[in-house]
């Protein structure tokens, strides 16, 4: 993350620092000139300043009052980033100060030594040195100048030019220390303001990394509060509450079992692995604690990691391995299958046989139709084809399937549909929904007989605009699904029903996986079952 550094001119820092040492040094000014003024309205100090010539150092001083009550009103106008402005700030206090050094007496006065400010100030706020060196030695001239000139005008004698010399001499010294140091500290600002700037830029993008993290992340103080939580964490926990106003709550309210998991931490140090149910809605979470050291309070780091994704990835190897020996066993099976079945109806057809052997033959010819349908849907998981997808308008394509399924029913039944949407369009593979509602419609038609005696099933076509889902909902008026039984549901080979395989739901499911869409039961508070299908709606 680090850059070339990105230094100012020399001799200068900041323009936040130059703009304050420019005011500092407009405010000194103004004291200066007032205090000018004062020492010659004060009888006592007349025979220290303006002796020479009080009508000069009287009209000086009230200029150089003026000019810097001028000043100070165009202190907007950024003063300190024009050289030559600054030039002609600093002439106007050499002129100045050496005529009211030359009114009182010259170097006697002690005046010129003013002028070590002037140079000193000038250093550090003209950032060109060769302006700054020029500067200093323009006051060398002004006092050399003013001294030879009380010199051959009063009877000031040679030795005056040696103190002159002397602080000329020092006027150079402190302009060249000053500039060195001010080019040191321009250095030293720019560094820092480079690091500060790449720290900043470094927070941001930790803050956007943490915010956009698929891991929920929380930090706990030693009361329990969540501090500080990521977008991830909020949605983990619950996505109903927004996350500005979730700062500094308690841990339980989000969560009893992560508060409960987080004083067995605190107690023991021991991370409990297996995962909790934080909303009651049978998302399941897994947390891991991280201490952090060095602080003043006992805080914790607390990660969020959705466990849905782990358990349906063990679930997926699971069922591929399954899948795939199952594929193999069905090859094995299919032949001799075959062969059964039509020894069976061979046998059938014989004249000779006895009703007690028929009956038998019978069952055999239905076993072996049975076994032949679950070879069928497993070598029909197996395959896994891809999705042959189209643009489906829902309402015109429902209708279409409802008369093709109820005319290929020996026994029609009812069957309701329900446009809730009309204009729901979708994105699938039309042969892959009509197996996936042939088989869903089947079961509730069935279940329906068999809890009330009508053979009927309801179909609801919605769109959630919000999540911008098409949603179709099979309803039965069947006894539904134990609760105990809703988390196999979808397993392969796991049924309620006598002779059924148990793969219809499962082959289901990954029908609808292999096209983008979600299956799942939800029990309705009507007493009704429903199973439902979401699919990305198609604006």
Sequence with gaps: MSSPAILVPPGTMGSEQNLLLFRIYLIYRTVLSVVFLLLITIPA????????????????????????????????????????????????????????????????????????????????????????????????????????????TTDAGVTALFPAGLLGLLFFIVSGIVQLVALRLGRVEALASERASDIYRLQRLNEQIVQNMQTGILLVDSQNRARVLNAAAGRLLDPTRPIALEQGRSLADYSDALAKRIEEFRRSGRQVGSPFEARGDGAELVARFHSLEGGEEDQILIFLEDYRPVAAYAQSLKLSSLGRLAASIAHEIRNPLGAISHASQLLNESPTLAPDDKRMVDMVLTNSQRVNDIVESVLQISRREPPKLETLKLVEWMRGYS??????????????????????????????????????????MRHSELATGECSAELRIRVDRKKRECVIDVYDDGIGVSEADIPRLFEPFFTRSQGGSGLGLYLCRELCELNQARLAYLPTTEGRSRFQITIEHQE
């Design 403 to 444: 008369e093709h399924y109820l005319s290929a029913r020996d026994n029609p039944g009812e069957l309701n549909i329900e446009y809730v949407a009309p204009n729901a369009c979708v994105l699938v593979d039309p042969e892959h929904l009509q197996r996936v509602l042939d088989n869903l419609v089947d079961n509730a």
């Design 45 to 152: 100090s007349r025979q220290l300043v303006g002796a020479q010539n009080p009508t000069l150092y009287i009209a000086v001083s009230s200029v150089f009052l003026f000019s810097n009550i001028a000043l100070l009103g165009v202190v907007a106008a950024r003063w300190q980033s024009s050289n030559a402005r600054l030039v002609l700030l600093f002439s106007v206090d050499i002129v100045c100060i050496t005529l009211l050094s030359d009114a009182s007496g010259g170097m006697s006065s002690g005046l010129p030594l003013l002028l070590t400010i002037t140079v000193a100030s000038s250093a550090v706020l003209i950032s060109n040195r060769t302006v700054a060196t020029l500067v200093a030695a323009l006051t060398v001239l002004a006092v050399l100048g003013d001294t030879l000139r009380l010199i051959s």
